[in-house]
């Protein structure tokens, strides 16, 4: 899925669009996808200067935004608005730097007409670098 159905599907748009291709889906159950992080990134001015590290409330909003493709996908789910609704266990493994490439893990374990929860995890290669437990509301 390129960015174009991305934007079909949730309403984020740039610089708040954190996804940049969904590789995967499942429609109601999970997605993958992948966010490239460049230095043109607008945090990265004051986050921080001279070392440029993504904050880790983005990188558990673009796996937010994973989540919301992959539930907002389902027919019955077109035109919602998945919204945050909170973060539980949530680790951070290693700073995420530009160059890197975040690969976007996440996948249902509850969900319901108005509410649901997700496992979430990402990954730059094969390092883990953030994993947590989302909740959202339709």
Do not use: W
């Not at 748009?13 to 429609?27: A, G, I, N, Y």
């Amino acid at each position: 899925m390129d960015i174009k159905q991305i934007m079909e599907i949730i309403p984020h748009r740039p610089p708040f669009l954190l996804v940049d291709r969904v590789l995967e889906l499942k429609e109601g159950e999970y997605a993958i996808g992948l966010k490239n992080v460049t230095m043109n990134e607008p945090y990265f001015v004051g986050h921080f200067p001279g070392e440029p590290v993504m904050p880790g409330v983005l990188i558990l909003e673009a796996l937010a935004q994973v989540g919301a493709i992959a539930v907002l996908s389902l027919p019955e789910m077109k035109g919602k608005i998945a919204y945050f609704a909170g973060v539980k266990e949530a680790k951070f493994r290693r700073k995420v730097v530009p160059g890197d490439t975040l690969r976007l893990e996440c996948r249902m374990t509850n969900l319901r007409s108005r509410y649901g929860v997700a496992e979430a995890k990402a990954y730059v290669g094969e390092d883990l670098v953030c994993e947590a437990t989302l909740s959202f509301g339709l």
